[in-house]
């Protein structure tokens, strides 16, 4: 079954940095790649997500990369605020509708 | 419009009891998940239904976990008898439909299952 990597599992950065999550993903036969986010006792909720026949996805300070033939995707905080402080999930899928397997998750902290 | 719900957000029981966790999906949405997140790992799959039926249940661990949706509307997921490995945060999800367009899951605030 499908298999997905998450690093780091912590990262910490200074407010106005940039803040990059990678992941790798084992079934080439996966399509769709969400990222969730959950902050500290809320529930995991969408932010980005795009599919394997788009190399990049924008939308305002979070932008997704995936490179298909390595099989790897990446999400990337600009500007990082104190507010994007969460647990960050990414995920891969044969379909949007089908079952996720997310990574293990990665802390991001942002220190003001 | 309510989110997803689930009932209830916290339960501690002794090994060998049952518990029943309940989800109430987004109303109109076909797609209903069950996933679980045991401390610190990621979270992992358990099963999806398309309405009433089980479209998929390979992630379930066991015969010891029962998930149903009768009426395609909410859904149960019963432990019996629960195990001290049982312990985590259950998470429902739902989303609306089966075309293969972006179809966002959209997740329940999770039930936190302690098994003592």
């Known amino acids: 079954g499908e298999n997905v990597e998450q690093h780091p599992s912590t990262l910490s950065v200074q407010e106005g940095d940039s803040a990059v999550i990678k992941c790798t993903y084992s079934?080439?036969?996966?399509?769709?790649f969400p990222w969730y986010k959950q902050e500290l006792g809320k529930r995991p909720q969408l932010i980005i997500d795009?599919?394997?026949?788009?190399g990049e996805k924008k939308d305002q300070r979070i932008a997704v990369t995936l490179n298909k033939t390595a099989k790897h995707f990446s999400l990337h905080i600009t500007e990082t605020q104190p507010e994007d402080s969460a647990v960050y999930f990414c995920?891969?899928?044969?379909?949007?509708?089908?079952?996720?397997?997310f990574g293990q998750g990665t802390i991001l902290t942002v220190h003001p | 419009e309510a989110g997803v719900t689930q009932f209830p957000s916290h339960s501690v029981i002794e090994k060998g009891q049952t518990v029943t966790l309940r989800c109430d999906p987004i109303?109109?949405?076909?797609?209903l998940y069950w996933y679980r997140r045991v401390m610190g790992k990621e979270i992992k799959f358990l099963l999806h239904?398309?309405?009433?039926?089980?479209?998929?249940e390979s992630g379930m661990p066991n015969n010891r976990f029962l998930a149903e949706r009768t009426g395609g509307t909410y859904s149960t997921l019963k432990v019996q008898p629960a195990e001290l490995e049982d312990s985590g945060v259950y998470f429902c999800?739902?989303?609306?439909?089966?075309?293969?367009?972006?179809?966002?899951?959209?997740f329940g605030p999770g039930t936190r299952l302690t098994v003592l």
């Open positions: 999800a739902s989303s609306q439909g089966v075309a293969d367009v972006l179809n966002e899951q959209f």
């Open positions: 079934d080439s036969a996966s399509n769709y």
């Open positions: 795009i599919r394997s026949n788009v």
């Open positions: 995920a891969a899928s044969f379909t949007s509708y089908g079952k996720l397997t």
């Open positions: 109303s109109g949405h076909d797609n």
């Open positions: 239904f398309v309405k009433e039926s089980k479209q998929d």
